[in-house]
């Protein structure tokens, strides 16, 4: 493609200096280029120039670039009200609110202005990038080019192609991109185009879990980020975004496709009535030190340290059942938390597994310095297996990671009843079954609570505390209490499929698979947009090969017969790919192919 570029870039022109249009600006203008930077009345050119003194000033104050560095780049920016003054502008990128209507006068009015040869862009998040283009007397020089929130920092640009953009300003815009160092990834005219549409169905089921008071704003952000490594949680990311931006890219979304899950939670339009559009405004989900600040203050919903759980039990002996995978991590976490810990398994062999695991991570960590053989023994000496669940009887909090299955983990359920303490707290690390079946076979429902920690549970700091309708509060709280204890990050939510974590990932890699199947997009397109638009650890199908596809399509199963949503019945290909065996890393292929690697 790059062969057939033609076109010389020097002067490019960006309308609207918001929060995507002023990082535009910066980004050419760190590149060399001459930048008209327009907007609608002084007061919006005021602040496109606190924007870029604002992004410059900390790169300075972060030793990235020198001031003289800084002040070169910001010479280059011109900012003006006036549109004419596009009129040497050899590219112009539109960035303005995210209304189709704003964006079509836009392109009219630059039809009497730019050079007949000039490349117009459109910055839309969901838009049709062939409406606006038909605005313009010459929609054949229109494309999108989609750049990621903030600009200077995500490479990620997605170039939308519509069926009359010409291939030259395609392979020319492409061309331009890759010099600035974005990764440009090419896609068709549909709303929200590739990452915008896995992303926001995300987001606006976190905004309905907020909502539904299912879980706090922290906690909903916590889970994202302890569990998944995700750079931040949906709710500060949609104040990063803007609520009226997002609220119009969802609505956008819901007209085009009609999939209830976009359409926007209500509470979104609540908060852009209020003009809580976000850090933009100073506030949003949270609070803001100022407008545009990126520094969360405490507000009336921010938890205060009186509010911090603390232990309302005595635990000393903590016991596990289980000699798996989780189980032994679980083992591990107590123990090296200075807990004694006595674990049971169902045979003497699987019982030295687990020390033989733990003995092994130490000898891992010894090797590069970071334990010693002395915490080695200490933590070792503090783990006892035994075969015999009734050995279990002393234990003040037994945590199960037996298997998923719910007929195994009620009796066991059945079993520790009789056998643990009165007062015991009795949990579960299940990820998928219904916690209070199990708290229902016993005679103390009240101490029956789930513990779902993540894998490998030694290094995940993520723990969700699940309260069934029966739990005693006081459980709940010193679990919370206890997993701070260990050095976890706990977070609250109730007895429902999926809880956090799974309920908002599984989907959204469901959708990716969607999107896959409906050949919109590859599957490496798909990963590298998620990576390298939203800073997410893995794309979506690299995750999926991890965690298997038949564990992600027993997952997404979970939740479609819990909620109906019919936007989250399994993608038939997830289904025909574990039909077909390929179930990801450990079977040799999944949506790809990893035997020859
Ligand atoms: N402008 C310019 N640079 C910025 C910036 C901004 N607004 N915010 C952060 N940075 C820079 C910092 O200067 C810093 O640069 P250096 O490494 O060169 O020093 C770097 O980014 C990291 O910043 P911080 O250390 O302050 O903060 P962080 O490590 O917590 O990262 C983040 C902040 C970059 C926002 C990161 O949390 C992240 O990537 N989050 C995910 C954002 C995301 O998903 N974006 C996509 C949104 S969807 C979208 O954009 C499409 C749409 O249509 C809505
Ligand atoms: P914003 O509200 O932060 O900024 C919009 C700016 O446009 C404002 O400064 C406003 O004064 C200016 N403006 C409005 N009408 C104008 C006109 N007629 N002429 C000149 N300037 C005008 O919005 P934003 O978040 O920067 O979004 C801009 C565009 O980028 C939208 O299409 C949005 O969907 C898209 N986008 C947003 C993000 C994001 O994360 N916020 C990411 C990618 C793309």
Redesign the pocket.
Known sequence: MTDTATREFSTVGV???????AGIAEVFARNGYTVIG???NDA?VQ??REHLEHSTGRAVKREKMTQAQADELLGRITLTTQMSDLAVADLVVE????SLE?KKS?FRTLDDIVRPDAVLAT????LSVTEISTANSKPGRVVGV????PAPVQNLVEIIRTVVTEPDVLADVQELLRSLGKNPVVCGDKAGFIANTLLFGYLNHAVSMYEGKYASREDIDAAMRFGCGYPMGPLALLD???L??AY??LDTMYKQGRDRLHAPAPILKQYVTAGLLGR?SGRGFYTYEAPDSPVVVADPQTPSADDKPQLRHDIKLVGVVGTGTMASGIVEVFAKAGYDVLFTGRGQDKVDGVVATITKNFDKQIQRGRATEEQKGEVLGRVRGTTSLDDLKDVDIVVEAIAEDLAIKTTLFENLDEICKPGAILATTTSSLPIISMAKVTKRPQDVIGMHFFNPAAIMKLVEVVSTVATDEAVTESVLALCDEVGKVAVKCGDRAGFIVNALLFPYLNDAVKMLEAHYATADDIDTAMKQGCALPMGPFELLDVVGNDVSLAIQKELYLEFREPGFSPAPLLEHLVTAGYLGRKAGRGFRDYSSR
């Not at 960035?95 to 995210?98: D, N, R, S």
């Not at 910055?123 to 969901?126: C, L, M, Q, R, V």
């Not at 989609?146 to 929130?149: S, T, Y």
């Open positions: 309308i609207g200096l918001g929060t995507m249009g327009v907007e609608q919006g602040r496109g960035a303005v609110v995210e704003v836009i910055n839309t998040s969901s989609h750049f990621f929130n990063l975004i803007g009226d931006t119009e890219i933009k």
